[in-house]
């Protein structure tokens, strides 16, 4: 569970962008944020995952305090974490298994585990047959399929997106909300910053609207409908 309580956010330049959220996320709820370009929706993603600290407010993820958390707990709170980004960031010098392969050999799992775990995820986003091509080599789509497939690997109970569709076509796109849909009905949380319209409409699920740092709606079940 996720639970924010009046955040705060003020950048060090004097920017606040975010201005008091509250905000309750149960496991396996999938969420959207929406809201213009500036609105805080990166700010807010970033809190989550402790990539910022926030200003003031109460901010729990799982049974994680990031208020109080020491940064050495960091580490800790991200392996129950998966976050995929609008520019895929994998790294370019690994193949899509060995991409994947990483996120395990960071936290040290057992050699025969990975081989298993990271053939199994790869299968699951579509991508069995092309394991071993790099980056440059794969479509965008493609490369965000391994993206997923390296966030989910360590089975996080939380799976952060900001923007994953951002670089890519509306069909392409698709397949990408079908994988994220599977992913969710497998109980995994799943918080996707986005600005795709069409998508919000078609996958519906509940919408948090962001306007200059503030929550301004909260609807279950909703469509995109932020006014600037
Ligand atoms: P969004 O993701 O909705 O486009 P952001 O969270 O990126 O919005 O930005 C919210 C506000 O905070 C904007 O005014 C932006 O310029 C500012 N901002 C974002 N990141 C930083 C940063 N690292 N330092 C200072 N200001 C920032
Ligand atoms: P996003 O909305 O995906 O964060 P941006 O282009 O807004 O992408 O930001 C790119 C990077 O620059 C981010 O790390 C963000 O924190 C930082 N950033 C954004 N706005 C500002 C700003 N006004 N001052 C300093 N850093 C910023």
């Given at each position: 569970m996720i639970e924010l309580k009046n955040v705060i956010k003020e950048y060090p330049n004097g920017i606040t962008a975010l201005k008091g959220i509250d905000l309750k996320i149960e496991q396996g709820e999938f969420i959207y944020i929406v809201g213009a370009s500036g609105s805080g929706k990166s700010t807010l993603i970033k809190t989550l995952y402790r990539e910022e600290r926030v200003t003031s407010g109460i901010i729990k993820v799982n049974e994680y305090d990031l208020m109080r958390m020491k940064n050495s707990r960091v580490p800790y709170l991200r392996r129950e974490l998966g976050v995929v980004f609008q520019d895929f960031r994998l790294l370019p010098r690994l193949t899509a298994y060995e991409n994947v392969a990483y996120a395990m050999e960071v936290i040290e799992k057992r050699p025969e585990e990975i081989r298993t775990r990271v053939i199994e995820v790869l299968e699951m986003v579509g991508l069995k047959d092309?394991?071993?091509?790099?980056?440059?080599?794969?479509?965008?789509?493609?490369?965000?399929?391994?993206?997923?497939?390296?966030?989910?690997?360590?089975?996080?109970?939380?799976?952060?997106?900001?923007?994953?569709?951002?670089?890519?076509?509306?069909?392409?796109?698709?397949?990408?909300?079908?994988?994220?849909?599977?992913?969710?009905?497998?109980?995994?949380?799943?918080?996707m910053a986005t600005h795709n319209q069409g998508i919000v409409d078609k996958y519906v699920h509940r919408v948090l609207t962001i306007r200059q740092g503030h929550l301004i709606s909260d609807q279950e079940e909703g469509a995109y409908r932020y006014e600037a």
């Open positions: 092309k394991i071993r091509r790099y980056p440059n080599e794969l479509s965008g789509g493609e490369q965000q399929r391994v993206a997923i497939a390296r966030a989910i690997t360590n089975k996080p109970s939380i799976l952060i997106a900001d923007e994953p569709t951002g670089n890519l076509d509306p069909d392409t796109s698709d397949e990408i909300m079908e994988i994220l849909e599977r992913i969710n009905q497998q109980n995994t949380t799943v918080i």
